[in-house]
């Protein structure tokens, strides 16, 4: 099965500093790939989608100076948040779509989420 | 506007009694319909998915939707839970095609007692 890997789980940061989280999909290449941020107890928000080789197209509201998203090859998605303050502390959750050759579902392989605790 | 809706947003039951989690969506002409897993402190694991075809679809760990088009409802089902079933439960719907939009409801925490 297809299958995406969050890099790293749990990081714990000052407030200020920068912190990057990886996205990969280990046995297919990802045509798409989505980043999620997800509060306590609530649902995934959308923060941005990522097709290789393009800039990220960012939901409304979401700053993408301070969220910044790579997606530089088929199969890695980066999401850095910049000068990270602590109400950026959340859970933040990749899912990468394949190509039509793939998967012709529209199903998304999401990854492990990653916590994000800003001091 | 394309939306999904979770009617409960916690549904407490025993062990061994089943359950039936509630999703409806916009109506539209072409949707693919998901239901995905959250464990605590983790990623989406996917449960089940209509495409086409037998409105019934069964999914892993004994769960079973039922697509109803008159209805725009895909509500989630298992006949008898166990403790280890106690989790956000997302239903997803896919509109516009393969490489359309998914949009998710906001989820439903599944609460198994003893």
């Known amino acids: 099965g297809a299958v995406v890997s969050q890099h790293p789980s749990w990081v714990i940061c000052k407030s200020g500093t920068s912190v990057k989280i990886e996205c990969r999909s280990l046995?297919?290449?990802?045509?798409?790939m989505f980043w999620y941020r997800q509060f306590p107890k609530q649902s995934l928000m959308l923060m941005a989608t990522?097709?290789?080789?393009?800039?990220?197209?960012?939901e409304q509201g979401v700053e993408k100076d301070k969220f910044l998203i790579n997606h530089a090859s088929l199969t890695l998605s980066t999401l850095t948040v910049t000068s990270a303050h602590p109400e950026d502390s959340s859970f933040y959750i990749c899912?990468?779509?394949?190509?039509?050759?793939?998967?012709?579902?529209?199903?998304?392989?999401f990854g492990e989420g990653s916590r994000l605790t800003v001091l | 506007a394309q939306s999904v809706t979770q009617l409960d947003s916690q549904v407490p039951v025993f062990e061994e009694a089943p359950v039936e989690l509630r999703c409806n969506y916009s109506?539209?002409?072409?949707?693919?319909l998901f239901w995905y897993v959250q464990y605590p402190n983790q990623g989406l694991q996917l449960l089940l998915k209509?495409?086409?075809?037998?409105?019934l679809v069964k999914g892993i760990n004994g769960f079973e939707a039922e697509f109803n088009k008159s209805q725009t409802s895909f509500h989630l089902r298992k006949p008898s839970v166990h403790i280890s079933d106690t989790a956000e439960y997302f239903c997803?719907?896919?509109?516009?095609?393969?490489?359309?939009?998914?949009?998710f409801g906001k989820g439903t925490k599944l609460s198994v007692k003893p």
């Open positions: 990522s097709n290789e080789g393009s800039k990220a197209t960012y």
């Open positions: 899912s990468a779509r394949g190509s039509r050759t793939f998967t012709n579902t529209g199903e998304l392989f």
């Open positions: 046995d297919f290449q990802a045509t798409t």
């Open positions: 109506s539209s002409v072409s949707v693919y």
């Open positions: 209509y495409l086409s075809g037998s409105t």
């Open positions: 997803a719907v896919l509109y516009g095609g393969s490489q359309g939009n998914l949009i």
